[in-house]
């Protein structure tokens, strides 16, 4: 061989390996998998296949798995055929994610491999599950739907606060009502502008009344009352005294007592009684008592009906009630008599009523609370009765119906706001089943005073 044909055949080597490693190089760094390594092929269906380009990069968790492999139009739908690296396992669960990329309007392709527990996703089978979750269209299209309706619902406002007697609207109905309320509101304000003044003069009556108890310096007031209770502390301070004392002489050992309580078995029963001991000390110091009066004006009988209660409660989930009620209708007993006659005239049936206006009724309650809900049970105005309150607006509304005196049913119901700390308003319904004197609509108000505010009085009278 001579010189210049061995010379040819090494470019020509060097030229076609040049040219091999130029075409390997490029078919590594394209987007799709290599030529050197197997691929999966599937395909599916889009709404709107805008911004997608052919031959572009498929991500999976942010990193390319494969290219857009063909995209076409079929049955009026974007058909799109997506080329995967073989090792990238999908399942029936799979689904597709179109995501926006930028604010261009460009897109690609994301695929979700779901559940792999699933069954595999064969070559060449249809992704049935496909979301655009980056189309600016799709966002600004319920951006329009949340626009329409907030116009709608302006609308219906605009209407219902502008045309007169529109009832065609929930909205209209309920501003039609509240005007309504205002007004019936507004007429019976003025119409019982003197009862109601009566009622606060009342209350300031009682309150003032009150002050006087408080501030009465003989044997039933109250600063005597606190001289004896300071005494029974001074007592009870000395039985303390005492008492340490003792526990001193028992622990040093001295005396029978004293050798006892070294028993370690001894000591082991004494410390489990001292224990329930001091359980039941700490439950009665939570013992509190509460007063609650008030005055309401019945509008049909035109008088006022008065309520004194006292409430005791040892514990937040229930207390007891006793009080005295002055029902201007008084306490009404029926007697029935049978009187016999001979066998020639009939027998006669007499029923007397006697009404006694001045006579008390009074009330024994036990309750117990559920959350917002208090059930209670017991005398209700001198007859056997039930009743419920709910507590509303952080406790401030309390709303209440009684049923007593089963044999012609009364039944109750009242609305109590607590405007300041012990003072309230109340209004509601006396006989709303009819059953007496007729249902008759009622104002008041009334004066509450907690366990805290009888402590703080009392302090202030020993000042």
């Known amino acids: 061989m001579n010189l210049d044909k061995a010379t040819e ?29 197997t691929s999966k092929k599937y395909w599916f269906y889009v709404p709107d296949a805008s911004g997608l380009i052919e031959k572009s990069a498929i991500k999976m968790a942010g990193i390319d798995i494969g290219i857009i492999e063909d995209l076409q139009l079929k049955q009026g739908m974007g058909y799109v055929e997506i080329t995967v690296d073989s090792d990238i396992r999908l399942t029936t669960t799979s689904r597709i994610e179109i995501r ?14 779901g559940d792999l527990s699933g069954a595999d996703l064969k070559n060449g089978a249809q992704i049935k599950e496909v979301v655009d979750v980056g189309s600016l269209a799709s966002l600004m299209n319920e951006v329009g739907k949340i626009a329409n309706s907030l116009g709608s619902v302006a609308k219906t406002i605009e209407d219902a606060a502008t045309k007169d007697n ?6 209209a ?55 004896r209770l300071s005494e029974t502390s001074d007592n009870l301070n000395a039985s303390m005294r005492d008492f340490r004392e003792i526990t001193s002489t028992i622990n040093s050992g001295e005396g029978t007592l004293g050798k006892l ?26 013992l509190t008592t509460d007063i609650d009066f ?13 309520f004194l209660s006292l409430k005791i409660q040892p514990g937040l989930d229930r207390y007891y009630e006793v009080g005295i009620v002055d029902d201007p209708l008084g306490v009404t007993e029926t007697t029935d008599t049978f009187v016999s006659s001979p066998p020639s005239s009939p027998s006669t049936d007499t029923r007397t009523v006697t009404t006694f206006q001045d006579k008390l009724k009074f009330n024994l309650l036990m309750a117990k609370t559920f959350f917002n809900l208090t059930i209670k049970a017991g005398i209700i ?9 709910y507590y509303l607006y952080k406790n401030k509304l309390k709303f209440t119906l009684d049923a007593y005196d089963f044999e012609e049913t009364l039944v109750r119901s009242s609305l109590e706001y607590s405007f300041f700390k012990g003072l309230y308003v109340v209004g509601g319904f006396e006989d709303i089943l009819d059953q007496q004197a007729g249902t008759s609509g009622y104002l008041g108000a009334g004066l509450y005073l907690t366990n805290d505010d009888l402590r703080l009085l009392l302090a202030g009278i020993t000042l």
């Open 9 to 37: 055949l090494k470019v020509g080597a060097l030229v076609s390996l040049v040219l091999g490693l130029i075409i390997f190089m490029s078919l590594q760094m394209s987007e799709g998998p290599g030529f050197l390594s």
């Open 100 to 113: 926006a990329n930028g604010i261009l309007g460009d897109k690609y392709i994301e695929v979700v491999q």
């Open 166 to 171: 529109n009832r065609e609207t929930p909205v």
């Open 173 to 227: 109905r309920i501003i039609n009502n509240l005007e309504i309320f205002t007004q019936d509101l507004a007429e019976i304000s003025n119409s019982r502008k003197r009862k109601i003044g009566e009622i606060i003069d009342d209350v300031h009556t009682v309150s003032s009344q009150l002050g006087r108890v408080f501030d009465d310096p003989g044997e039933r007031g109250f600063q005597a009352m606190w001289s």
């Open 261 to 286: 309580v070294h028993d370690e078995s001894t000591v082991d029963n004494v410390n489990e009684t001292l224990t329930e001991v001091s359980n039941f000390f700490g439950q009665t110091t939570r």
């Open 294 to 306: 008030h005055s309401t004006y019945l509008m049909e009988q035109d008088q006022t009906k008065n």
């Open 381 to 389: 105005e001198s007859a056997g009765g039930v009743g419920m309150e």
